[in-house]
């Protein structure tokens, strides 16, 4: 009677064993968004400018953590974002491969979660901000930073960060293109 059950009880037991990891969710720290009507928005305009040249951050490590911040923030968003449906894979493969572009950059290591890595670089900034530079540094925990107090000489001086440019352009892309949509539909 319970032989039929056992190969029905295993295979539950593999099935649930693959499952995928659910996907992440982050937000932004409430003064990232002040004033900013919609932060997806915000964060797309914002880091699609400071990406369009590395010129744009150079000597501003403090717009420079808040940038891949919101990049960051956005590689979580927008694929899980409802608005956002009609977008293409592209898009968020771009994003992907910007991550790990500017994670090797800065030495954050692959694995790490998004949230903690946004809220370490936007207290790093805001200490920058207010010229507390050890502060800054505190601020970036070892296990995210191993590279510690040099993070913040990496964020003063980003390399070039093509992957990270094209996923920034991309997602205004994507959001100029639901801007259409929605004035298609009005």
């Known amino acids: 009677m319970f032989k039929p059950l056992l190969p029905l009880a295993a295979l539950v037991a593999m099935g649930a064993c693959t499952l995928p990891p659910p996907p992440q969710s982050a937000s932004l720290p409430n003064d990232a968004v002040v004033g900013a009507g919609d932060p997806l928005r915000s964060a797309v305009n914002t880091t699609a400018?400071?990406?369009?040249?590395?010129?744009?951050?150079?000597?501003?490590?403090?717009?420079?953590?808040?940038?891949?911040?919101?990049?960051?923030?956005l590689t979580v968003e927008l694929p899980g974002n409802p608005r956002l449906t009609n977008v293409s894979p592209t898009v968020f493969n771009q994003l992907v491969q910007?991550?790990?572009?500017w994670r090797a950059a800065l030495?954050?290591?692959?694995?790490?979660?998004?949230?903690?890595?946004?809220?370490?670089?936007?207290?790093?900034?805001?200490?920058?901000?207010?010229?507390?530079?050890?502060?800054?540094?505190?601020?970036?925990p070892a296990s995210l930073f191993p590279q510690g107090a040099a993070t913040l000489t990496r964020l003063a001086a980003l390399p070039g960060l093509p992957l990270t440019n094209r996923a920034a352009v991309g997602a205004t892309e994507a959001i100029r293109d639901l801007d259409?949509?929605?004035?298609?539909?009005l």
């Open 49 to 73: 400018f400071a990406f369009s040249s590395q010129s744009q951050l150079a000597g501003r490590p403090a717009q420079a953590a808040r940038a891949v911040a919101q990049m960051e923030w």
């Open 98 to 101: 910007a991550r790990a572009e």
């Open 107 to 140: 030495g954050i290591p692959a694995g790490a979660e998004a949230q903690p890595v946004i809220d370490a670089l936007y207290a790093a900034a805001r200490a920058l901000g207010s010229r507390q530079s050890s502060e800054a540094a505190a601020a970036l």
């Open 180 to 185: 259409s949509a929605s004035s298609r539909r």
